[in-house]
């Protein structure tokens, strides 16, 4: 008997003219008319349409994929998604697999879904080409003692409509066949099955061993067909059933070969194969669970062999073959990509993390500094104001004293600390800090993503503190008076210190506001104090021009201060002519009234001059927070729009490819 081969319809050859009549030997003819029927009332309907036919043309089937409520669609749409956002972030080899699963999901889909295409595979000698013919009917595939007897895989299909799927397996027409089928129950089952019988998955010949992997990625099934002597061999389960344990409900795992042991052996043998199979990670299909399916047959004698065809009916009438096999292929590219896209903990940016990245930046460009110096400039200012004249006078001789040591104060300026951190080191270790907070247990490809975003931002900060600085000082109007002056900025340029400067105690320069061109209040500040160099004025919360050339704005009170001081002064200058006029005779003698009223002044003038320090602790306190606070804003705002929004979007990045990656995991079909 002859097997007969759908060569003609798949690649469009007649068959002989002596094919079609030779008689089966069951008195019906091979051709009955059937195809010929099937193309005629396709070609009426198509006459009808008002369309030419075409041959085998089934057309996008779908409904193994698109049957609602499937979860199979939403989880290729999503691992769609998390491969398309991954890109720019992982390297092509990480994500070939998902890449090649949706490839082949897309080319199932749009092949026939009516079919089910199951690979026999076994080793040498398994009896896997004896299974083949039994299940088929037949005499297809080649058997004997010559090993290898099949060197390339011959498909059988029990409908038609199969050659999409069979051109995809690279099967040329020559090795399709037709089995026999004799009309029985078990026969209408098998309808729409495409069996394909494979060279030995262990052939000393790598051609065919590439066959077998290159066959086995795109079936919908396989049954694996194991014999007595080879059914714990390593690589059969190395190789191919502990990688594949998660298409268990695509498997087929087929003791074959019991004709050669007793009952009692083939038990012990099947159940051995069961562990086996248990260890590797594949679940067996026992007691109406999902799994595997485990049964021993024998080829030769057809024992057990009718069961298989049973439960294959089943398999293929369920018509989700196709979906089971892609939901595992799915599951298998997902548990691939679980160290790139799963983090340990819950990584990111705490307001902790932000809180300490803001107060480094604030320590960088002197922040603290520039307070206590807007500070010290506000009581200096209420000391000129509400001072005595005398201890004004001797402020100024002292400073002017204190000029001829300019060239030791420029000496130190020349010689910084060694052990300080210089303002663009105190930047980068906040933008490091950062980093290092943000990819806390993230996986290994985002966390490098983050930092490479932070080393960027990192990269332009100081200058543009710097640049703040510049900013502040070209708003404030120019410098203020004296070299010696107390300022609150700070330069954090390239290869600059942070430093404020420290001069008289007289001199001095207020705290900055300014506007950047970042949307936020920019100011500049004081750095390390007490390494006097020449300052720079910057503006003052109030909005005025800093140094001796704008004053911190002054309370109610210190006018009536000033008033008061004044008349101290005068007591003191009227006591004093007092006396004198009486010494030189130009006043009648009497020293008790000049003498009390020049007391009065010049106990009354420090008393004045004490009152009113006392009195400006609380406003200079709170101008010099306010100073500290804007700074503080300044490089915080600066910080935000270079690192810590660059960064928090990497972040929101990570966390939608991770959703997109849950997606495509708590959907699963298959255990995954």
């Not at 011959?154 to 026999?180: E, F, K, N």
């Not at 009309?183 to 099955?193: I, M, P, R």
Request: a negative charge; one cysteine or more; aromatic letters at 4%.
């Amino acid at each position: 008997m002859t097997a007969v081969t759908d060569q003609g319809r798949d690649h469009g050859q007649g068959e002989p003219e002596g094919a079609k009549d030779a008689p089966g030997d069951d008195g019906r003819r091979w051709d009955d008319g059937l195809i010929a029927r099937r193309a005629a009332e396709a070609a009426q309907e198509d006459a009808e349409a008002g369309r030419t036919p075409q041959e085998d043309e089934p057309g996008p089937q779908v409904e193994a994929y698109g049957l609602p409520g499937s979860p199979l669609r939403p989880r290729l749409d999503a691992l769609r998604e998390l491969v398309g956002l991954s890109r720019a972030r992982l390297d092509g080899d990480t994500l070939a697999e998902a890449g090649r699963v949706l490839d082949e999901a897309s080319a199932r889909q749009r092949l026939s879904s009516r079919h089910t295409v199951v690979a026999i595979a076994g080793a040498t000698g398994s009896g896997k080409s004896t299974l083949f013919n039994a299940l088929a009917g037949v005499q297809i595939s080649d058997t004997g003692l010559r090993r290898p007897t099949t060197s390339a895989p011959i498909a059988c299909s029990w409908t038609d409509g199969a050659a999409g799927l069979l051109d995809r397996l690279a099967i040329p027409g020559r090795l399709r066949r037709r089995p026999v089928q004799g009309g029985t129950a078990t026969d209408e089952a098998l309808q729409g099955l495409v069996l394909v019988d494979m060279p030995d998955h262990d052939s000393a010949a790598t051609g065919h061993r590439e066959q077998v992997d290159r066959v086995l990625a795109l079936v919908d099934a396989v049954i694996w067909v194991v014999d007595p002597e080879k059914y714990a061999d390593a690589a059969l389960h190395e190789r191919y059933l502990r990688p594949l344990a998660g298409h268990a409900e695509v498997s087929f795992v087929v003791l074959n070969q019991i004709d050669r042991l007793s009952a009692e052996a083939a038990d012990l043998v099947l159940d051995d194969l069961r562990r086996l199979l248990d260890e590797d990670g594949m679940a067996v299909g026992e007691h109406g669970e999902p799994g595997a399916t485990v049964m021993s047959l024998s080829a030769v004698t057809g024992a057990g062999v009718g069961d298989l065809r049973e439960v294959l009916g089943t398999f293929v009438q369920d018509r989700t073959a196709a979906a089971r096999r892609l939901s595992a292929d799915v599951d298998a590219a997902a548990a691939r990509l679980r160290p790139v896209y799963v983090a340990e903990g819950r990584p990111g940016l705490g307001e902790r993390a932000r809180e300490q990245f803001t107060d480094r930046l604030a320590e960088a460009v002197g922040a603290a500094a520039a307070g206590q110096a807007a500070e010290r400039e506000w009581r200096r200012n209420a000391g000129r104001a509400c001072g005595t004249p005398w201890l004004r006078l001797w402020r100024w001789y002292e400073s002017t004293r204190q000029l001829g040591g300019g060239l030791d104060l420029m000496a130190q300026v020349l010689a910084p600390p060694e052990e300080e951190l210089t303002a663009r080191q105190r930047v980068e270790q906040a933008v490091r800090k950062l980093a290092d907070d943000a990819v806390d247990g993230l996986p290994a490809p985002w966390a490098q993503a983050v930092r490479e975003t932070a080393v960027k931002g990192a990269k332009g900060l100081p200058e543009a503190l710097d640049e703040l600085s510049r900013n502040a000082q070209a708003g404030a109007g120019g410098r203020g008076r004296g070299s010696n002056a107390d300022t609150g900025s700070a330069r954090v340029g390239p290869g600059g210190k942070g430093r404020g400067t420290r001069g008289s105690e007289d001199e001095g320069a207020g705290g900055p506001d300014v506007k950047g061109s970042g949307g936020a209040g920019t100011e500049t500040g004081a750095g390390r104090r007490g390494s006097g160099s020449p300052g720079r004025t910057s503006t003052p919360p109030g909005g005025t021009p800093g140094g001796r050339g704008s004053r911190p704005p002054r309370p109610a009170w210190w006018p009536a201060a000033v008033l008061a001081q004044a008349s101290m002064t005068l007591l003191q200058i009227f006591g004093g002519l007092w006396l004198l006029g009486q010494i030189i005779g130009v006043l009648e003698p009497g020293l008790l009234t000049p003498a009390l009223l020049m007391l009065a002044g010049v106990v009354g003038g420090p008393l004045v001059e004490w009152s009113c320090a006392a009195a400006a602790r609380g406003p200079a306190r709170r101008y010099g927070q306010e100073a500290e606070r804007r700074l503080r804003e300044a490089a915080a705002g600066c910080g935000r729009v270079r690192v810590l929004d660059p960064v928090a979007a990497e972040l929101a990045r990570y966390r939608e490819v991770r959703e997109r990656y849950v997606a495509v995991t708590e959907l699963s079909t298959t255990g995954g």
